[in-house]
């Protein structure tokens, strides 16, 4: 069960089905931050073609508008933030999260 567990928390294209499913639900209570626009889950499990870099190094989309879901909420929980080291977002405990 442990392997399960690990191959949604790493960067899989099983975790990025799994984001893809999930991403019609709420985003997490406790999410706290904003985007720092560094691009890194959109690496998530490849670049995508869609991925835009400016001459500051801040990025963007080109189909923001229409960007999916999973992109939209992404880190939707805290156990799909697989970005957590880099990304301006985070996760507190909210009572749901602490059990
Ligand atoms: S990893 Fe976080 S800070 Fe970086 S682009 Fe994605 S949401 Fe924004």
Redesign the pocket.
Known sequence: MADVKRIFEENTWAARARRTVTSVLPVDKGRKG?????????KLPVECTFLAVDEDGL?SCKIWRLRPLNCRK??RSCDEHL?RE????YFEKTAKTAK
């Open positions: 904003r985007c720092r626009r560094c691009g890194a889950c959109c990025c992404y880190p970005t880099i990304c301006g977002y």
